[in-house]
């Protein structure tokens, strides 16, 4: 069965695919967006615990800069033509206010990622874009002067011009299944090593899974690999029942699953009291003693810390939760102190690739003109979001590259000598 003839056709209803649409769709351009789900944006409803962290209100450099691999360069073409301030005006353009938290994360006011994914497809049908849900593509085939785009079920869509847009492989119940690194390679594309980014970590020590549930904010987290301190980080974290995950664990996730590949001995230290030196500590502690030392030892430890924390401390430190505190010798204190300011565990794994937010590796990116996001190899073939080989930490960058990179590839594509 043979559609129509399209001038730009969209694979992927993401937020690149969903921004390369709606300005591919000028110049009175016939324009289709394939969709495999049964609707658009469904990881970006998930995004930022579905209140839809969008971007970042760092400035570019400092955008490309926070991507921290040698080729973010790549991305300033993109971020100068639709920057962070662009993205944010196309939103509040469209009704949808803004609000910069902690980190300079920017979110919608009204803290729901809907109505982010509302804006998108209201502008969607504005521009006349043509959407096919459920539309699962399994070939994109070139021709001499049109791309071939097949689908599972059979029928066959002709266009002129098409962005692949499909996403890594995060998510995978979200639609996000690797596809579009197939296209690529078929098309004649490298794509480097798929490996999981901002993605939790498992321990399987039992101390911490039992941990599961507790966050901690504002600590400082240390990994270590073969005893070299290797990576520091401050902030918010999380234990979970295979591990740890939060914010600053996410960060570091891509870093950590480099070193368990080079087959290192991996630790974590978290300092639980990171704005006390040691010695303030334990005059702290010493203070603390002083004034309620007819008390019991679990007393002190409930003074100190989160509630849960306090049943493994106490098998910790070796100390009788019905000890006097004003008993407590030197030694003991120091045990203490040690443990608040060094508390270990190892790292074993990360979670595997589709448990992670973003995938890193990808479509090489020397492969496509920064400025225009068209293939170097492919001529009318465009590339934005995750599929392009440049993935960053949390905090609202991964998104700003497929606004970025779904904005240029709509644009440029719309140029007929392109």
């Known amino acids: 069965m043979e559609h129509e003839i399209y001038d730009i056709v969209v694979i992927g209803g993401g937020p690149a695919g969903m921004m390369a649409a709606i300005n591919a769709s000028h110049e009175n351009n016939k324009v289709c967006l394939l969709e495999r789900n049964s609707s658009l944006g469904q990881k970006l409803l998930l995004t930022g615990k579905e209140r839809c962290n969008f971007t970042s209100s760092k400035d570019i450099r400092g955008i490309v800069e926070a991507f921290g691999e040698p080729k973010s360069r790549f991305l300033f073409s993109a971020l100068t033509q639709f920057s962070n301030h662009d993205v944010i005006e196309f939103f509040e353009n469209r009704g949808v206010e803004h609000v910069v938290e902690r980190g300079d994360r920017v979110f919608p006011k009204n803290g729901n990622a809907i109505s982010i994914l509302n804006a998108l497809e209201t502008e969607l049908h504005k521009k006349k874009v043509q959407i096919l849900l459920n539309f699962h593509v399994v070939r994109v085939l070139k021709k001499e002067t049109h791309f071939r785009i097949v689908s599972e079920k059979g029928p066959v869509i002709l266009t002129q011009k098409v962005i692949i847009t499909t996403g890594g492989k995060s998510y995978p119940a979200t639609g996000s299944t690797g596809d579009g690194y197939n296209f690529a390679k078929k098309l004649g594309h490298t794509v480097n090593p798929l490996t999981p980014s901002l993605v939790p970590l498992i321990s399987r020590d039992k101390n911490i899974r039992a941990l599961s549930g507790l966050t901690l904010k504002n600590v400082n987290l240390k990994i270590y690999a073969d005893d070299e301190k290797v990576i520091e980080v401050f902030g918010e974290m999380l234990f979970t029942h295979f591990g740890v995950s939060g914010p600053i664990i996410l960060t570091i996730s891509k870093k950590v699953y480099n070193l368990l590949k080079q087959g290192g001995k991996v630790k974590a230290s978290i300092d639980l009291k990171p704005a006390l030196e040691r010695e303030k500590l334990m005059r702290r502690i010493q203070r603390e003693m002083e004034t309620i ?57 990360v979670l595997p690739i589709e448990s992670g937010i973003v995938t890193a590796g990808g479509i090489e990116v020397d492969e496509i003109n920064s400025k225009t996001m068209e293939s170097k190899i492919v001529p009318g073939l465009y590339f934005a979001g995750e599929l392009i080989g440049i993935d960053g930490p949390t905090g609202g960058f991964n998104l700003q590259k497929a606004w970025s990179t779904g904005y240029v590839a709509g644009i440029s594509a719309t140029n007929k000598n392109s």
Do not use: A, M, Q
């Open 293 to 349: 030392g007819k008390k019991e030892y679990k007393t002190l430890l409930e003074d100190l810390l989160p509630k849960s924390l306090v049943p493994l401390f106490l098998t910790l430190t070796h100390i009788d939760t019905h000890r006097k505190i004003g008993s407590i010798t030197k030694k003991e204190k120091e045990r203490l102190v040690n443990i608040l300011k060094d508390f270990y565990f190892k790292i074993d794994d």
